[in-house]
């Protein structure tokens, strides 16, 4: 996956990734800019397969890569033969329909693979998960209040790093010393425009390049590609409300 790191580099650098979704073509361009930044290791914080149309092609592409994966909350809903959408939900019928759809795509080799995806990934200095350490559907994020981050803590004192994904919200949040990340969305990216929101054609990640088990630096990347290119697939899939949900990109 990576080029060679300079002779005697001291920091280890990490790609970081989640909520693909579906989305070849954003994962694609993901990859193809991680590989320019030769990261020595990856790590995916789930939530790969559902929403977009290309379900098994981004489970394994994912798999593919052999690095540690974070179980998301739409990756359990895969295992477990349900599609939670939370009530109130715009478009909620439509969005329990696709799901179905991403479901059914599947084989029992692919449920294998994402039976392998771990609740919480721990390296030296750093804890992933998706949602929360405590829930893969619980979303942390600038506004969490510091007495549920102090709660969630007591678990892992001396984790000066936490990563996770689940809001598609790219973060830096610091507290005494201690960091609350999150990489953004690599498929699902939304931001508000006009009257509502819409999905955009950008791949957002992160580079964290870490000296030993201390913090280091952040590097957010956001990864333009041709919205055409996932407009198209959905028209192309088969799968449910494909004109709508192909009206809902637009271009970054």
């Known amino acids: 996956m990576s080029a060679p790191r300079p002779a005697g580099h001291a920091e280890v650098r990490l790609a970081v990734f989640g909520d693909v979704h579906g989305n070849l073509p954003a994962l694609e361009a993901a990859l193809a800019d991680m590989r320019r930044h030769a990261p020595d290791a990856l790590l995916c914080l789930g939530d790969v397969a559902t929403g977009g149309p290309w379900t098994r092609e981004c489970l394994q592409a994912v798999a593919q890569l052999g690095c540690p994966v974070v179980l998301g909350n ?3 809903d895969l295992l477990h033969g349900s599609t939670f959408v939370p009530r109130g939900f715009p478009d909620e019928r439509a969005i329990w329909e696709i799901g179905e759809w991403n479901r059914a795509q599947l084989n029992s080799e692919d449920l294998r693979v994402l039976g392998t995806f771990q609740g919480t990934v721990t390296l030296p200095g750093l804890l992933a998960y998706h949602g929360s350490p405590a829930s893969c559907r619980e979303a942390l994020g600038p506004d969490t209040p510091p007495e549920r981050l ?14 996770g994904g689940h809001t598609h919200t790219a973060t830096l949040r610091t507290l005494d010393g201690w960091r609350l990340l999150n990489p953004g969305s690599v498929g699902l990216p939304f931001e508000r425009r006009g009257n509502g929101y819409v999905n955009v054609s950008r791949a957002e990640y992160l580079l964290l390049d870490r000296p030993g088990d ?4 952040v590097q957010f990347r956001r990864v333009t590609y041709d919205v055409r290119a996932v407009q198209d697939g959905i028209r192309r899939s088969g799968m449910p409300h494909a004109e709508w949900l192909a009206r809902e990109w637009v271009q970054d």
């Open 150 to 163: 102090a709660q969630l803590r007591e678990a892992y004192p001396s984790v000066p790093d936490w990563v």
């Open 74 to 76: 739409a990756d359990e």
């Open 214 to 217: 201390r913090p280091g630096t």
